[in-house]
Structures are given as C-alpha cells and as structure tokens.
C-alpha cells in the first residue's frame, strides 16, 4: 500500500507474473503469500516448490526459507539436518537471515551439537550486518553470557540497535 490502497489478490497476481518470469523476489514472495495465505489459501506445498524454484536460480534467500520448510515441516517433511545445511549454505553465501538461523541452530542443537560460541559468532556477524533480529539474539547472549562473557554494557547497545529497527522485545528489555 505505499501510494496505493492495500490489494493482496493484485500484488498476488503481480508476484506470480514475475515468478513466472524467473524473477527470484517474486519466487520468494509468491511463496510467502502461498505460506502464510495472503490473498490466497495457504498452500504450504506450493510455498515450498516456488522456495525451491528460487533456491536453484541461485537465491540465498530461497534457500533460507527452504531451511525453514525443513526445519518446521512447511510442504515437505521435517528434515532438521537439511535444515542445518540449507542455513549453513545461506549463510556462507551471505544471507543475514541464513546467518542468524544457524546461530540458532547452533545455539539449539537443531541438526547439529549445540555450540554457544558458534553461535554468538554468527548472531555477531548477521548484527554487524544490520539483522535486527541477531541484534536482539546478540544481545540476549551478552546478557546471559552465553558463548561469551556477559556483558550487560554490550547487551545493552545491541538492544538499543534492534530497538531502533523497530524492534518491540529490544524495547522491552531496555
């Protein structure tokens, strides 16, 4: 709706236009709407094909949202190992997102050891990068002094950047 009324079913149909050109934000987009049902049934198996479709035109973001499918069952088996891979590979190609859910999977042991340290590493790296959400798990780690030494100053500054991504639970913790 920026300059224009709220219309699901056009953006939809504007998605799937570019998903049927190749073009990977649509893939992406497209399978959020099939998703999470917006202007559309949820189609969880269709979510997952066009996640695919992206991931094999080389989308990094494509194949953080196949991790997701992996990892929650949407459209295809709960495979946590595919998971940890999918977000392994995202992340090592670049992806904020990729690098804050193999934190997470590091940090609970999902398709892989639990690793602390690893995983403060990677929330690290995705907050420096600007992911308000590592910003929030980064800073929950120096809180807790989880995978590092506990820093309430560090926990704070990290807080107050996600807060100012607009961030609610940064707020609240500040």
Not at 75 to 80: H, L, P, Q, Y
Not at 139 to 151: H, I, L, Q, R
Request: charged fraction near 20%; include cysteine.
């Amino acid at each position: 709706g920026i300059g224009t009324n709220v219309n699901k079913s056009k953006a939809l149909e504007l998605y799937q236009k570019a998903a049927d050109l190749g073009n990977i934000s649509g893939l992406n987009n497209l399978g959020q709407f099939y998703q999470y049902g917006i202007g559309t049934k949820i189609n969880r198996k269709k979510a997952f094909e066009l996640y695919q479709e992206a991931a094999n035109l080389g989308s990094t973001t494509g194949i953080n949202n196949l991790g997701c499918c992996y990892e929650a069952g949407i459209g295809i088996r709960i495979n946590k190992n595919k998971a940890f891979e999918l977000y392994q590979k995202a992340a090592n190609l670049g992806n904020m997102s990729g690098m804050n859910d193999l934190g997470r999977c590091y940090l609970c042991g999902i398709g892989t050891n639990v690793d602390e340290k690893e995983a403060f590493t990677l929330y690290k790296r995705a907050a420096e990068l600007g992911n308000w959400i590592a910003q929030y798990n980064l800073a929950s780690m120096y809180e807790e002094g989880k995978g590092t030494v506990k820093n309430v100053d560090k926990a704070i500054y990290w807080y107050k950047k996600a807060a100012l991504q607009g961030d609610q639970e940064s707020k609240n913790e500040l």
